[in-house]
């Protein structure tokens, strides 16, 4: 299968920056319109739409290995946290919510608004884009309510060992939320060996879906201890029980889900994750490897300032690389139809499972055209 074919954007552009969207395939395509011809044809298919609900709900728990009645199907990652922590009591003496500074803004923000019920937030710092094991050591306390990690850093690529870190929380006693939006999608990633309670993240990026669709996994022996106060129609246990004087929760994970689910994402979403699991995670895993070994490589050989680590195993899909004018660096490459972003100084290239040999060059060569803006 030419993968690559399946993308029309490849036809003028390489486009390297999957890390903020996914590019757009022909299935996907076809997959807003077979929602538009449903829509218009049947009018109000509500039955197929809640089908197509529990059809995402499986992939997303087949993608984890998890079991579907660990999956709540959200709308972002925003409202996949604020689920979780509006479940959460920060009463009592085990208030604080430990969270590492690779986190994606909204995480951070969703835990610090947490303060007004009690909670404390400590911050776990990063040094030189690194954040050492022995820094959660000294952060997690039995003090500890939950630890906010992320997976992959949205900034400069980085992925943390989060089963170690894990291992670490567990011996205090802590719970575990890993927000794993930069990685899901491009490698195998097996829930039940991480260990994590929850696990966040959408479907915009290397899942090749749209935006308004994430997913919150929970693990099973936590989830009806947890009542969210964040709730809905779609959170009880039966929906259409349309009971006005009581909040009667799911007993699976669809507690933390809401109101009516955004349909057209659903349709996008099954097209890209089908895309994503008919190639198969390991295939682009191996390729994730090749591929940013080649930028790195590209980038060294030519002296410029690699910020993401040389080992595979310490970075995600993403390659970052120092800048000294970013913003006008994104723009002139741009110009030369290379699509790549920034954040933070560095020029984020984040090649997926479509980019080749050939779109890397166009980037090399945009690289030494623009040399004055390297570091
Ligand atoms: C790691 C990470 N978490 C969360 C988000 C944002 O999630 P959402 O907008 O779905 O709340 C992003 C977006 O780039 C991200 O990279």
Known sequence: MNIRKKFPIFKKKAFINSCSKGALSDEVRQAYDDYLTDWQELGSPWDLWVNKLEELRGAFATLIHAHPNEIAVTTSVSASVNAI????????????????????????????AQKGRGATVMHVPEVENSIPLSFYEKAITERTKIVSLTHVCYRHGVMQDV??????????????????????????????????????????????????????YTKQELIKQLNP?????????????????????????????????PNPNLYAALAGIELIQSIGLEKIDAQRREITGMIKEGVMQRGFHLVSPISPDK???????????????????EEDQVIVSSRDGNLRISPHIYNNADDIDRLMDGLSKHKDLLI
Not at 85 to 98: K, L, M, P, T
Not at 197 to 204: E, N, S
């Open 85 to 112: 922590a509006s479940s959460i009591d920060f009463s009592g003496e085990r208030n604080e919510v430990v969270v590492d500074d690779f986190a994606f803004p909204t995480t951070a923000q969703i835990w610090h």
């Open 163 to 216: 089963a170690e870190i894990i291992k670490i929380a567990k011996q205090k006693g802590a719970l575990v939320m890993v927000d794993s939006y930069q990685s899901l999608g491009t490698m195998p990633l097996n829930i039940k060996e991480i260990g994590a309670d929850f696990l966040v993240g959408g479907t915009l990026k290397y899942l090749l879906g749209s935006s308004g669709l994430g997913l919150l």
């Open 229 to 261: 106060s964040s709730s809905g129609w779609f959170a009880q246990a039966d929906i259409f029980a349309m009971d006005i004087y009581a909040n009667t929760p799911s007993p699976t994970a669809r507690r933390f889900e809401t109101g009516t689910p």
């Open 315 to 333: 970075h995600g899909p993403m390659v970052s690389v120092r800048s000294n004018n970013v913003e006008l660096l994104v723009q002139l490459l």
